[in-house]
């Protein structure tokens, strides 16, 4: 902790001390007032242009800001003697672990980042003492070695000889779906486009659900609108994925078109669930039993609406438990039963607490935690 502190003083110290003045000043935006009638009422927006970001103008001054912001931050005294310290730290570390995940059968998922790699390699052991195999490298990606690529995210089938994981360019949200066979450590052919790297494996261990974007365009901004949740069969062509979930097959649901939708299987209890999701914190969630995915039409029912005000949920194979803020600033935790769901009417499990906040809820085998 002291050398915490005495690390982050040095820091203020060095801006603070610094004497000289950089003389030559950025670029100041010019101002353009658009004018809006909003309920009635005019609101004058001075830098409306800036939005457009192809505008040589916006252009111009943006790159004047960089060059000021580094002149600036170049002309702090000690600064290289800092960044050569901040990296001597961050090679005591060995290496880092995210996005972990364990099989059934007892393998394990996940990025491994040391401090020589630009980003986390995907690797796998079978059960915790077992040999470490490099499953896929992003830096040896493609043939264009200017394109940087980062594992977005990852999920291995229930049995673990699969693992489906996205590949994004310069870590964009729109990233490839690739999908692996562990034990030979080939890529099945195919790729889906264009993905948010959310994806939900089935019990049958060859097919996942997944939410694709309408484009790889940034500035497209109808490409996250009315998104549809799909079912891929691994081996098969991802042209012909069958929807599971949106706005267009499930009309009766009241899905917006900026809701997001998601499938997520739940092998405990056996049930999908589909989650409209937006900024909202408030959790809009459908139910149905597994075995509706083989049909040809899911029958969605809900089970959470944003009325409820549910911020997180946890199910075991036979109760929901959720947490929620409904006349409860500080939160409480409800308990209700998978086969026949009431929100409206279920139990308080662990009821609002006057003085504690109640931010998370985790549930295992041994209880709720």
Known sequence: MKTLFTFSLSILLLISCRNDVIDEKPLVAKIDPVENMYFGKTVVDPYRYMENLEDSAV??????????????????????????????FDERRSSFISQLAITDDDRYFYLKQTPYDETGKLYYRNGYE??????????????????????????????????????????????TTLIMDVDKKTLYPGQIKNCYASYSWLDDN???????LHSDDIKDINRGIDLEAKLHIVGTIPANDRIILSRKTHPELGIMPKEIPDVIYNKDCDYLFGIAS??????????????????????????IEPEYQ?????????????LTSKN?????????DLENPNIKNSEVVVPEDQNDIIKSLNLTNDGLY
């Not at 111009?60 to 960044?83: C, E, F, H, M």
């Not at 937006?278 to 089970?303: F, M």
């Open 278 to 303: 937006t900024v909202d914190r408030n959790l809009k969630v459908y139910y149905a039993p597994g075995y509706e995915i083989n049909k040809k039409q899911i029958n969605w029912l809900s089970l």
């Open 130 to 175: 077992g040999e470490e195999i490099l499953l896929f490298d992003p830096c040896i990606y493609g043939d264009d070695t200017t394109k940087k690529y980062v594992i977005s995210g990852l999920l291995p089938s229930f049995d673990g000889g699969k693992v489906v994981f996205g590949l994004a360019e310069g870590g964009s949200e729109s990233a």
């Open 59 to 88: 252009i111009t001054w943006i790159k004047s800001q960089a060059d000021y912001a580094r002149k600036v931050l170049n002309s702090i005294p000690g600064r290289q003697s800092l960044i050569d310290k901040m990296m001597e």
């Open 328 to 336: 409860a600033p500080n939160y409480k935790i409800l308990k209700t």
């Open 310 to 322: 549910i911020h997180d949920d946890y199910m075991n194979k036979k109760e929901l438990y959720v």
């Open 206 to 212: 060859k097919s996942f659900s997944y939410t694709p």
